[in-house]
């Protein structure tokens, strides 16, 4: 049993012969105290044996800051400081990400490697790109159509989703969108979707580009989202452009200035796809740090290209990878939902300094 008046050995780096040591006391009032004390040659000359004693976690972390070590094994270090030392880890520049890999074991104890170098990256990332497909929604309980019973499992929604659909065969083409909305009407934005929304309010996230048409980024609270593939969501005359809603669609109404038919502003196969979300979304990734891909295939043209136009670093997060992971920095494979709260947990240690 330590005595509160006794220093006690927090956090000791380096190697047997050359270390630095952070020690801390507790005072009375609860308040800590800590205080640096180094051993070894080389460190007697240009690096402060003894530094004054300071307060505060991060001030007894910054002790380590500037040392001439060249090897900084983690040699001791107590419970107490992991907390702190876990957030100095993921954010400061002091700690190579070499370093972190080596002491995550000990002091973000569970964590997987991959998510504590995607939450260090996203931490020190000032532009920050999310590129999202089908992935993301699918734990939002987005029914697949192509694999559920009843009427629609006689019919692929690619021969449904098209102009010619709209042209030729409308009623089919307006039930198909019209059991589409009427499903989205249950289905809410899940956990993942809202940790994306948050990380753009902590200014973590500049942009997120979605080929989803379900609109869930914006019902979880993203504001900066653009819709590579359009919304469902919202409704317009295929032939003169006005806006309608989408009671005007679903009871079958026609437009109230041409006459035309209503359809769901989504990007059919057939159509160009939105040039200004597309050209948003192109020039972020162009400026970005880091760019992240969540629950998308990587096989559809040109969203799969968009990667590949950032000189930052790049991440994937996908159910399956083995195919489609290649040339990016780091594959993590995973569901989007868990992926996201775990990575999210790190970022949350992050943010404590
Ligand atoms: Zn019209």
Not at 193 to 209: F, P, T, Y
Not at 303 to 327: C, D, R, W
Request: negative net charge.
């Amino acid at each position: 049993m330590v005595s509160v008046n006794d220093w006690q050995e927090l956090l000791t780096v380096g190697t047997e012969n050359e270390h630095i040591k952070i020690s801390g006391k507790e005072k009375k009032n609860g308040e800590w105290v800590f205080k640096r004390t180094v051993n070894g040659a080389s460190l007697e000359h240009g690096y402060p044996r003894e530094g004054n004693e300071v307060t505060g976690w991060d001030n007894a972390l910054r002790l380590l800051d500037g040392s001439p070590l060249s090897s900084l094994q983690l040699l001791k270090a107590d419970p107490l400081i992991y907390p702190y030392l876990g957030a100095y880890m993921l954010t400061s520049k002091n700690i190579g990400e070499e370093l972190l890999l080596a002491w995550s074991d000990k002091v973000l104890t569970g964590k997987n490697k991959d998510m504590v170098m995607a939450a260090r990256w996203l931490l020190g990332s000032e532009r920050t790109v999310i590129l999202s497909g089908a992935g993301m929604s699918t734990e939002s309980n987005i029914p697949d159509f192509r694999s559920s019973s009843g009427w629609w499992k006689q019919i692929d929604p690619r021969t449904v989703a098209t102009v010619e659909a709209l042209d030729s065969h409308y009623d089919l083409f307006q039930e198909f969108y019209a059991t589409r909305m009427k499903a989205l009407n249950q289905i809410e934005p899940h956990e993942g979707h809202r940790i994306l929304a948050k990380w753009e309010e902590n200014d973590l996230v500049q942009l997120i580009g979605t080929q989803n048409v379900d609109g869930l980024h914006f019902a979880a609270g993203s504001l900066n989202v653009q819709e590579l593939h359009g919304s469902i969501r919202s409704i317009r005359c295929h032939d003169c452009g006005k806006e309608g809603s989408t009671e005007a669609f679903t009871s079958h109404e026609t437009c109230s200035l041409c006459g035309g038919r209503w359809r769901p502003d989504v990007v059919l196969f057939g159509e160009m796809l939105p040039q200004e979300a597309w050209e948003t979304t192109l020039e972020a990734i162009e400026h970005a740090n880091l760019v992240i891909v969540i629950g998308t295939s990587m096989e559809v043209y040109p969203a799969n290209q968009l990667p590949a136009m950032t000189s930052g670093k790049t991440v994937y997060i996908n159910a399956e990878t083995a195919e489609t992971g290649a040339g990016f920095d780091l594959v993590i494979e995973g569901k989007a939902k868990k992926t996201l709260q775990n990575i999210n947990e790190l970022i949350e240690i992050g943010r404590r300094r």
